[in-house]
């Protein structure tokens, strides 16, 4: 106790001490915390991995990556590796080379292998190992193609990935896009570019509705005058089906029949159900006739072991009484206690007889069981499409089927609806699985038995209410919401608004159109040290591609400059646009260096480091008192945090400017500059002489 100048005691003023062991532990502490690397997150894929793991290191794709294939297993890898040979082109530009070789793999290669010994990868899994290179592989040739999917996705985002493993299954077998091509025909290059975005992001299952009231879109040998004027000849099938082949997509055919059949019956109105033009008269024998003799022509054509006959639609139960002719052709075939249903019962079985004879099984709407008739049950081998409560999905897993989730409240996208009745992408992405959301608001448990997976649906009830590129629009986001769900891996975001940002970044698979061309007037350009190139780059819009383009230089030449202009492409039908991109051979700078995640620019992270270490070291020798001790903590800890804050954060990427370049050395350099809209990149390369 002290007493002040007006006598009164005082307590005497505390001093916090701060003992010499507990300053030295905290500046310890403090340089933990700055050696630790900035926490990377899980690779943004679509469908996100099933499971992953960071580890240290990072891998790099650059001009000496190679494909190299396990030697045990090249003959079954060769389709795999070339085709992600191919879409590698079409991402990066470079031709990247197939080598076979046993653990042969160095930094920057790409390895395939079948033999993974892990169970639960089953027919599509595959594991994921990414070090200073990558390795991917499986039980089969599927689940190699899709770790090579997830490269792909990858290396869109950055030719840098963050050391880790995957892996990653999914949970639904069957997981795909419906389109109505017999309303609306579509162009072979849009069916190519699905085929080929499906397959990135892991959809394996392709339906296509080749025939309804509009039109019939498959060349017929057996019946050429049923054949609409836009349609795909038998050469243009095979095309696509070998596409599919390589991306490891089923394409699944519908003829739909004996309903939304006007077009087909239209050369044969003694066919028709009178009244209903588009309806097959099932009470004539000439009916199962032409019906046969287009199965027996289709069914060789496609390789899957599915044919769907549709079978939506027919009558309701109440309009059989108006055909009489319907009872005495039941009762003439199956006998007298046949009831009118029974003709449309016998007829989707008597389908389904012949499509089992050619080694394959049959696919329906769940319209089939929109009467029930005294003889003919529908067969419990019909895969059911449920997009109705015409049976609930628990019923017809009883009866025996397996069935697939086509939902029309949710799975449903039809050209001429208003907007408020076509699926939501919101609750497509944070509501929707494969097991959830059935017709009738059904939910089932997670991975029942006999829950195939889930099929998202475009129909052109008013084919002209969108062109191809507006429904190629807005499909994009339903099916990668479709994508993430089906597969069942955790999301990587919970919302949808969080979601759009990942898909912009994964972007469409490699080759993608519509879009715009990139060429260069100038193949090449010759200069001296210190003036300046210029090229002519012309953008020319395809498909009525109408977004703004944004050029950059993707390489700088040692020593070099390159600036470009943005520029818009216009419409379909209007001039090209031109940009000239300069290249200067000298400049004020070199422009910014971007430091990968976890790097640190030198000098501002020295300051820190010396921040926190000098004073320590100043204290110990000194033997500091408490006083100066707290002071030189505190300032200790602002240098280290200014020092952070100079190099973009502790831990973070961060940038810095290179010094003025000197005069480019004489040579032949390469300037690689790309156009970008949205997940679109076009890259030309430009030639350079410095003499």
Not at 203 to 209: D, K, Q
Not at 640 to 660: E, I, N
């Amino acid at each position: 106790m002290r007493m002040n100048p007006n006598g009164k005691y005082v307590e005497p003023r505390q001093t916090l001490l701060v003992p010499w062991s507990s300053f030295w532990y905290a500046q310890v502490l403090l340089m933990c915390v700055l050696a630790l690397p900035g926490h990377a997150e899980q690779p943004k894929t679509i469908p996100a991995f099933k499971q992953w793991t960071e580890t240290s290191g990072t891998y790099s794709f650059g001009s000496s990556t190679c494909i190299v294939v396990d030697e045990a297993y090249a003959s079954q890898l060769s389709d795999v590796a070339s085709t992600f040979a191919s879409d590698l082109l079409d991402l990066t530009g470079q031709s990247i080379p197939i080598v076979v070789g046993a653990s042969s793999a160095q930094a920057g290669d790409i390895y395939l292998a079948l033999g993974a010994t892990d169970a639960s990868l089953g027919q599509e899994g595959y594991l994921l190992a990414i070090a200073d290179h990558l390795s991917i592989s499986a039980q089969t040739e599927t689940g190699v193609f899709y770790g090579t999917r997830s490269v792909l996705q990858m290396l869109r985002q950055s030719f840098q990935i963050q050391g880790g493993t995957a892996r990653d299954w999914p949970d639904y077998p069957e997981r795909g896009l419906m389109v109505d091509l017999g309303r609306k025909f579509f162009s072979i290059p849009f069916l190519q570019r699905h085929i080929k975005d499906l397959a990135y992001l892991k959809l394996n299952y392709f339906h296509f509705h080749l025939s309804d009231d509009v039109g019939f879109r498959l060349e017929s040998a057996s019946h050429p005058e049923i054949v609409s004027p836009d349609h795909y000849t038998k050469a243009d099938i095979q095309g696509l089906l070998a596409l599919a082949q390589s991306y490891h997509v089923m394409i699944v055919p519908e003829i739909d029949l004996p309903a939304h059949a006007a077009a087909l019956l239209a050369p044969h109105p003694e066919l028709q159900l009178p009244g209903h033009p588009d309806k097959v008269d099932l009470g004539r024998p000439a009916s199962y006739t032409l019906v046969s003799d287009l199965l027996n022509e289709y069914l060789p054509l496609f390789p899957a072991p599915f044919w769907h006959t549709g079978a939506d639609e027919y009558l309701s139960p109440s309009e059989y009484a108006n055909f009489p002719e319907l009872l005495s052709y039941a009762q003439q075939l199956y006998g007298p206690n046949a009831n009118p249903y029974d003709i449309y019962s016998g007829f989707v079985n008597w389908v389904d007889g012949i499509v089992r004879a050619q080694g394959k099984q049959l696919r329906s709407w769940n319209d089939i069981y929109g009467v029930t008739g005294n003889i003919n049950v529908p067969h419990s081998d019909i895969v059911l499409d449920l997009w109705t409560t015409t049976i609930l999905a628990n019923d017809a897993l009883c009866k025996g089927h397996t069935i697939l989730n086509c939902s029309y409240a949710t799975l449903y996208y039809v050209l001429g609806r208003a907007s408020s009745d076509q699926a939501d992408p919101v609750n497509l992405y944070q509501n929707w699985a494969p097991n959830l959301q059935w017709p009738g608001d059904l939910n089932l448990p997670a991975l029942a038995t006999g829950i195939l997976g889930g099929k998202f649906h475009v129909w052109c009830d008013s084919p002209n209410a969108q062109t191809e590129d507006e429904v190629q629009a807005n499909l994009a986001d339903y099916l990668r919401s479709l994508a993430q769900n089906s597969w069942g891996s955790p999301k990587l975001v919970s919302a949808y608004s969080d979601f759009t940002p990942i898909i912009d970044q994964v972007g469409h698979t490699p080759g993608w159109g519509p879009d715009f061309a990139l060429t260069v007037s100038s193949p090449s350009a010759s200069v001296t040290a210190g003036q300046t190139a210029k090229y002519s780059l012309t953008l020319t819009p395809l498909l009525g591609f109408d977004q703004a383009v944004s050029m950059m230089c993707t390489h700088y030449i040692p020593e070099a400059v390159c600036s470009a202009s943005p520029g818009i492409v216009p419409a379909n039908g209007s001039a090209p646009t031109t940009v000239t991109v300069s290249v200067s051979t000298t400049g004020s700078s070199a422009g910014a260096l971007n430091l990968p995640p976890g790097s640190r620019p030198a000098l501002p992270y020295k300051l820190a480091w010396a921040a926190v270490i000098l004073p320590g070291i100043f204290c110990r020798r000194r033997r500091c008192s408490a006083a100066r001790t707290n002071w030189i903590l505190l300032l200790s800890l602002a240098g280290m945090l200014g020092g952070c804050l100079v190099s973009a954060g502790c831990g973070g990427s961060g940038s810095t400017t290179t010094p003025p370049p000197a005069a480019t050395p004489a040579g032949t350099y390469q300037v690689v500059v790309q156009a970008a809209s949205g997940s679109l990149i076009h890259q030309v390369t430009l030639s350079l002489t410095v003499q």
